[in-house]
């Protein structure tokens, strides 16, 4: 510790990066610090510090993270009770760019693996951004004293140090967590897809805010639709569970449909405490589809929606930089079931028309037509496929004849209207001859090369956005896969592809196989084996969203 006030004693008012020499390892009264790699400038990407402590320093009893469930809640809190005192603790603002400034990588509302806390029998470690500050090209050492003497130990008491600290908000935190998990465990046993428990709080501030709309309407489970499950903490909660098969959520305009939908989407997450929808869960493979104009497909079978193309352009291999509403939204769901996905989430808003239904008219009308709906295999995908849906209209009837369950949302209100409108639905749509089947164990081939930009001496890899990834010379363009949360997400999603090409460049076991390896690997060792030095800003993605990033490069 003195050690370093006095390297900063002697390094004030020199240049910027003259700052290089404080890496190293500090000891300080009640943790380590230690700084792995300091910035060029104060207008570069933050230094990046991390502090260790030990099982007696710290004082979180093993039993808080004595599984990989309760590990993430754990380190997941510990994250946001840092990010909070930061928020109160850090002045900022101390010189020029970002001088001044303590960051660490966060979660929104649903509770990712990261690496930004991490947490096991011999140490807590916490990663975090450290901006240090400048003026100009010169060093400002004693604010900076300030921020690692002063600031710094204010921080590590507030988030990290729980010794003689009450524990209820922690274990509330991951018990919530771990009932969220246990929800999603069930659904198999209630033959059910999702879960929304009754008291659940949808709506969301507005679209760019994913906070609770405070004075929204609480969820309300249909009489029909109602079940009661266990939980280990919160012990017998009810709730509306949508059963297996295909479900038709209806109603009118801005009564709810797209909030429910969203909800769902969301619940192959856990969610914090207060979030509103930490009782809501779906199966984990559940996958939004939707139609995505302009996107590249990749050697995708999409015969079984779309039969040859006009100049005899075969389908079941298809390429394209260019898909239209119909070609991608078809492509989209053939990639969902090579994840091996068991339901399919369907809003008519986002869908293109002429890929859900065609009605007898326009049969009659244009008779070579080469899309088959997705109304005339929705069924088939479940009763063969096991593949359930769920999908929001509110233009279209005819979809009521071929679902199983139909729910309506009237003034925020849930109702199972599924006698009512079978009866008015009729006969269902004839089945169509000549049906492909659906592919089977595709051994896709995609080239994961990553090559640098010029004047580059090595390719980068980098989340721009939270959905736009930049892969070396390549721009992979998410915006359409709407279960991405995350920047660090989206950064690890590069860093995979990456790592496969290095570890696994001819994808012998196919691309599927051989990206699921990968994760697989990262459950295991953690998101460390991506980097090649310590950093704290990934975050887990699925398979689903992986495979995406793959399946967009163009």
Same mark, same amino acid.
Request: aromatic letters at 6%; a negative charge.
């Given at each position: 510790?003195?050690?370093?006030?006095?390297?900063?004693?002697?390094?004030?008012g020199?240049?910027? &990066?003259?700052?290089?020499?404080?890496?190293?390892?500090?000891?300080?009264?009640?943790?380590?610090?230690?700084?792995?790699?300091?910035?060029?400038?104060?207008?570069?990407?933050?230094?990046?510090?991390s #502090?260790?402590l030990?099982?007696?320093?710290?004082?979180?009893?093993?039993?808080l993270w004595?599984?990989?469930?309760r590990?993430?809640?754990?380190?997941?809190?510990?994250?946001?009770?840092? =990010?909070?005192?930061?928020?109160r603790?850090?002045?900022?603002?101390?010189?020029?760019?970002?001088?001044?400034?303590i960051?660490?990588?966060v979660?929104?509302?649903q509770?990712?693996?990261?690496?930004?806390v991490? #947490?096991?029998t011999?140490?807590?470690?916490?990663?975090?951004l450290?901006?240090?500050?400048?003026?100009?090209?010169?060093?400002?050492?004693?604010?900076?004293?300030v921020?690692?003497? /002063?600031?710094?130990?204010?921080? @590590?008491e507030?988030?990290?140090?729980?010794?003689?600290?009450? !524990?209820?908000?922690?274990?509330?935190? #991951?018990?919530?967590?771990?009932?969220?998990?246990?929800?999603?465990?069930?659904?198999?046993?209630l033959?059910?897809?999702?879960?929304?428990?009754?008291?659940?709080?949808?709506?969301?501030?507005?679209?760019?805010? /994913?906070?609770?709309?405070?004075d929204? @309407?609480?969820?309300k489970?249909?009489?029909?639709? &109602?079940?009661?499950?266990?939980?280990?903490h919160?012990?017998?909660?009810?709730?509306m569970?949508?059963p297996k098969g295909?479900s038709?959520?209806?109603?009118?305009?801005?009564?709810? &449909?797209s909030?429910?939908l969203?909800?769902?989407?969301r619940?192959?997450?856990?969610?914090?405490p207060?979030?509103?929808?930490?009782r809501?869960?779906?199966?984990?493979?559940?996958v939004?589809?939707r139609?995505?104009?302009?996107r590249?497909?990749?050697?995708?079978?999409?015969?079984?929606?779309i039969?040859?193309?006009p100049g005899?352009?075969?389908?079941?291999?298809?390429?394209?930089?260019?898909?239209s509403?119909?070609?991608?939204?078809?492509?989209?769901?053939?990639?969902?079931?090579?994840?091996? *996905?068991?339901?399919?989430?369907i809003?008519e808003d986002?869908?293109?028309?002429?890929?859900m239904?065609?009605?007898?008219?326009?049969?009659?009308?244009?008779?070579?037509?080469?899309?088959?709906p997705?109304?005339?295999?929705i069924?088939?995908l479940?009763?063969?496929e096991? @593949?359930?849906?769920?999908i929001?209209?509110?233009?279209?009837?005819?979809f009521?004849?071929?679902? /199983?369950r139909i729910?309506?949302?009237?003034?925020?209100q849930?109702?199972?209207?599924?006698?009512?409108?079978?009866?008015?639905a009729g006969?269902?749509?004839?089945?169509?001859?000549n049906r492909?089947?659906?592919p089977?164990?595709?051994?896709?081939q995609?080239?994961?090369?990553?090559?640098?930009?010029p004047r580059?001496?090595e390719a980068?890899?980098?989340a721009?956005?939270?959905?736009?990834?930049?892969?070396?010379?390549?721009?992979?363009d998410?915006?359409?896969?709407?279960?991405?949360l995350?920047?660090?997400?989206t950064?690890?999603?590069?860093r995979?592809?990456?790592? *496969? =090409?290095? =570890?696994?460049?001819?994808?012998?076991?196919?691309?599927?196989?051989?990206?699921?390896?990968?994760?697989?690997?990262?459950?295991k060792?953690g998101?460390d084996?991506?980097?090649p030095?310590?950093?704290?800003h !990934?975050?887990?993605?699925?398979?689903?969203e992986?495979?995406a990033?793959?399946n967009?490069?163009?």
């Open positions: 510790m003195e050690t370093l006030r006095t390297l900063l004693q002697q390094i004030d020199r240049g910027y &990066k003259a700052y290089k020499q404080l890496r190293g390892i500090y000891n300080f009264k009640k943790f380590q610090l230690t700084i792995d790699h300091v910035q060029g400038d104060p207008f570069a990407q933050p230094s990046r510090i #502090i260790q030990s099982p007696d320093q710290h004082g979180i009893p093993p039993e004595d599984n990989r469930v590990q993430t809640a754990l380190e997941d809190f510990l994250g946001r009770a840092v =990010h909070v005192a930061s928020r603790i850090i002045k900022g603002g101390r010189g020029t760019g970002h001088s001044g400034d960051e660490i990588a979660n929104g509302q509770v990712l693996r990261r690496n930004a991490l #947490i096991d011999q140490q807590l470690e916490a990663r975090l450290f901006a240090l500050p400048g003026s100009g090209r010169s060093i400002l050492a004693e604010e900076a004293a921020m690692f003497f /002063d600031e710094l130990p204010q921080l @590590v507030a988030g990290l140090i729980w010794t003689q600290r009450s !524990l209820n908000t922690m274990q509330r935190h #991951i018990e919530q967590v771990e009932d969220q998990e246990t929800l999603r465990d069930q659904l198999e046993q033959n059910a897809i999702a879960f929304v428990a009754d008291g659940s709080l949808l709506p969301r501030h507005s679209g760019t805010d /994913d906070y609770p709309l405070i929204g @309407v609480p969820f489970s249909p009489p029909e639709l &109602k079940r009661e499950v266990i939980l280990p919160q012990g017998v909660i009810s709730g569970a949508i295909v038709l959520i209806v109603g009118g305009g801005f009564h709810g &449909k909030t429910l969203q909800a769902l989407e619940g192959i997450y856990n969610h914090i207060g979030d509103g929808r930490e809501v869960a779906t199966t984990a493979s559940a939004k589809i139609a995505e104009d302009h590249v497909i990749n050697q995708v079978d999409i015969s079984p929606f039969s040859t193309l005899n352009r075969t389908t079941n291999c298809f390429s394209t930089d260019n898909a509403g119909s070609t991608s939204q078809a492509a989209n769901i053939i990639e969902a079931l090579e994840c091996h *996905c068991k339901c399919l989430l809003d986002t869908s293109a028309t002429n890929f239904i065609r009605d007898q008219r326009m049969q009659q009308l244009v008779q070579q037509e080469p899309i088959t997705l109304l005339y295999r069924r088939e479940y009763e063969t096991g @593949v359930s849906s769920i929001v209209t509110g233009g279209s009837g005819d009521l004849a071929v679902a /199983d729910i309506m949302m009237d003034n925020y849930t109702f199972d209207v599924t006698e009512t409108a079978h009866n008015l006969d269902k749509p004839p089945a169509r001859t492909v089947p659906f089977k164990n595709q051994q896709r995609i080239n994961l090369t990553i090559k640098p930009l580059q001496r980068k890899i980098q721009r956005e939270q959905r736009l990834l930049e892969y070396g010379r390549k721009r992979i998410l915006s359409s896969v709407e279960q991405l995350d920047r660090g997400q950064e690890a999603i590069g995979l592809m990456a790592w *496969c =090409h290095e =570890h696994n460049q001819e994808q012998k076991p196919g691309l599927i196989a051989t990206l699921q390896q990968a994760l697989l690997q990262v459950e060792q998101l084996i991506l980097l030095w310590k950093a704290g !990934l975050a887990m993605p699925r398979l689903y992986l495979v990033a793959v967009r490069l163009r």
